[in-house]
């Protein structure tokens, strides 16, 4: 089973690392793929190029074997959508497993992401849940499944709510300490941040004049 995390890795820090590893070792992945988005249809476009974000993740987890930096997102124009990434990515690794990792409040808004029947085709979700998550209601309880063996049984379609380590850690939290001349060390990897200082990156709040 291969992992796919996608996000706009502005900067990535812990909190998309840790629960990255948590989700790999619970479902015994072959590997998480790291797909960095160039222009996201749902929130606000990122301060740093898609090559400097991509520099970044590569960064990251150059480490870690299980981890792979996919680009795909970056190489393509418009917007950045889930069900294009999957598509290619099943017809490039055939059939292989899929399992979308996303966070609790992702889920939510899934019934407004495009085409997100035929994401569920493509496949499963893995939604990364904190201690004392509510759960899953509506019109996908019936995909659920409380056992993540069912997920390498089956290509997709199957929802798994896996808990994570519960890190409160945000890429703005991120780029506010740099802004404010404060040290995020600790927030993410070292080498990570001695690449933002030493570029210069985050240093203006955002819209600010350069």
Request: charged share 25%; hydrophobic share 35%.
């Amino acid at each position: 089973m291969i992992g796919i995390l996608g996000g706009t890795f502005d900067p990535i820090h812990y909190g998309h690392l840790r629960t990255a590893l948590d989700v790999q070792q619970a479902l015994c992945l072959n590997e998480i793929r790291l797909v960095p988005l160039r222009d996201p249809p749902h929130r606000e476009s990122p301060l740093t190029s898609p090559q400097q974000r991509l520099e970044m993740v590569r960064l990251a987890v150059a480490d870690n074997p299980r981890f792979r930096v996919d680009d795909r997102e970056l190489m393509r124009t418009g917007k950045s959508y889930t069900v294009d990434t999957l598509s290619s990515l099943r017809e490039e690794l055939g059939e292989v497993p899929l399992c979308l990792l996303m966070g609790g409040d992702a889920f939510r808004s899934f019934s407004s992401w495009r085409r997100p029947q035929r994401i569920l085709e493509l496949a499963h979700l893995v939604v990364m849940t904190r201690p004392g998550y509510a759960g899953l209601r509506g019109s996908y309880a019936d995909r659920i499944t409380q056992d993540p063996a069912c997920l390498s049984n089956t290509l997709a379609g199957l929802i798994l709510l896996q808990p994570v380590t519960a890190l409160d850690i945000s890429s703005t939290s991120i780029r506010r300490l740099v802004v404010e001349k404060r040290s995020p060390r600790y927030l993410l990897p070292d080498r990570v941040l001695e690449h933002i200082q030493a570029r210069g990156y985050y240093q203006y709040p955002a819209g600010a004049q350069r």
